[in-house]
Each structure stands twice: as C-alpha cells, then as structure tokens.
Antibody, heavy 122, light 108 residues
Framework: QVQLVQSGAEVKKPGSSVKVSCKVS????????ISWVRQAPGQGLEWMGG????????HYAQRFQGRLTITADESTSSAYMELYGLRSEDTAVYYC???????????????WGQGTMVTVSP | EIVLTQSPGTLSLSPGQRATLSCRAS???????LAWYQQKPGQAPRLLIY???NRATGIPDRFSGSGSGTDFTLNISGLEPEDFAVYYC?????????FGGGTKVEIK
C-alpha cells in the first residue's frame, strides 16, 4: 500500500530556511500530485503548493510565492518542500499529501505523510 | 480565492446521534471539487469524501456528503465513538485551493 514518510522535526532560527522531504513507497510516484499542507498549533489546514513529478512544474499559493520551492526527484520517489525567510508564524506541522487521481494537480488528498513539526524560534 | 465557512464551530452530540456539518463557499464552484476530511489529535487528516458525495476507500457508509454550488453538507448517521474529531472541507476547483476552518464534533 502507498505510504508517505516525511523527514524529522526541525528547529530553525528566524530568517533561515527549512527543507522537508517526503518519500513515497508502495505505489506509482510520478503520475500523482504531491501537495504540501501546513497546520499551525491549534489551527486549521493551509495549502501551500504542489507538484506533479512527471511534469516537474510546481504551483504555489499566492502567499508563499517567492518564499517556497517544491521539487520532486523521480529517481528516489521523493518530494521536497523548502521554505525560506522563516518567521515565528511559520511554526507548524507540515504535511505532504498525495492526490487521489493521476495527473491532476488540484485534487482531493487520499494519502498523507505523518507530518513534520517545524519550530521557528530565536 | 474561494473562502469556505464551516458551521457550527463545535457540535456536541451523543454516540448514536446524527451529525450534520455545513460548508458554505463565498462563490459557486463545481461539486466535483469538494472534499471532506476527518482529523484526530496528533494525526494527519483522513479523506472521507471527494467530489462532494463519493466516499473514499474504506470509509463506512454512515458518512455521506451532498451539496452543490455554494452549500455542501457532511452527514454522519449514528455517531460511533471513533467519529468524535475535527472535520474539514476542502475545495480544489482552481489553483487557489482552500480549506474550511473546521468543525469539531465532541461528545456531549
């Protein structure tokens, strides 16, 4: 069965960057979108952006334009989310999530990673 | 950007009762692009419904979704103890993907 396994928790200083990985196993990697969704402590879900690995084109929510890079490596079936210029408000759990259907960037998410806690603190 | 407003914020019910959760959109969009998720503390969200009314794999038939245009509903007929959680709606009709703020279903 399909599993998404993310890298471990991070503690970062304001102004620095963080890169989180998401390795997909047990299914096809290239044809399904991978999105990144974050959740601040006690808050709701926020879509950040996504990619379909076979197309290698990323799409970002407007508020993250210029501060976020999402990439995918088909050779390792892994997706990456790198966020720059970190501030305290970026403290959150970051999830990767896979689209339900092939070759659809905007899709419901049927598989999720376990989440990666990123803490931004001086 | 389509804003999704979920109501109520909290729903206090007893096991066995029916839960009705609302998700209202700031503008109309195709029901093909509306999903519902369940999230329990410390866990990732779980997909329940996609395309407004299609149950995801392995989701019990006590969960049902309906709606169109700007008004969407998630019904849980006969709450089980494991159903007490937070529920989110999600629209993916455009590049401006958004989630609702969530409804917490708690034990009365």
């Amino acid at each position: 069965q399909v599993q998404l396994v993310q890298s471990g928790a991070e503690v970062k200083k304001p102004g620095s960057s963080v890169k989180v990985s998401c390795k997909v196993s047990g299914g096809t990697f290239s044809d399904f979108s991978i999105s990144w969704v974050r959740q601040a402590p006690g808050q709701g879900l926020e879509w950040m952006g996504g990619i379909i690995p076979i197309f290698a084109t990323s799409h970002y929510a407007q508020r993250f334009q210029g501060r976020l890079t999402i990439t995918a490596d088909e050779s390792t079936s892994s997706a990456y989310m790198e966020l720059y210029g970190l501030r305290s408000e970026d403290t959150a759990v970051y999830y990767c999530a896979r689209g339900t259907f092939e070759v659809r960037l905007h899709d419901a998410f049927d598989k999720w990673g376990q989440g990666t806690m990123v803490t931004v603190s001086p | 950007e389509i804003v999704l407003t979920q109501s109520p914020g909290t729903l206090s019910l007893s096991p066995g009762q029916r839960a009705t959760l609302s998700c209202r959109a700031s503008q109309s969009f195709s029901s093909s692009y509306l999903a519902w998720y369940q999230q329990k503390p410390g866990q990732a969200p779980r997909l329940l419904i996609y395309g407004a009314s299609n149950r995801a794999t392995g989701i019990p038939d006590r969960f049902s979704g309906s709606g169109s245009g700007t008004d969407f509903t998630l019904n849980i007929s006969g709450l089980e103890p494991e159903d007490f959680a937070v529920y989110y709606c999600h629209q993916y009709s455009s590049s401006l993907v958004t989630f609702g703020g969530g409804t917490k279903v708690e034990i009365k």
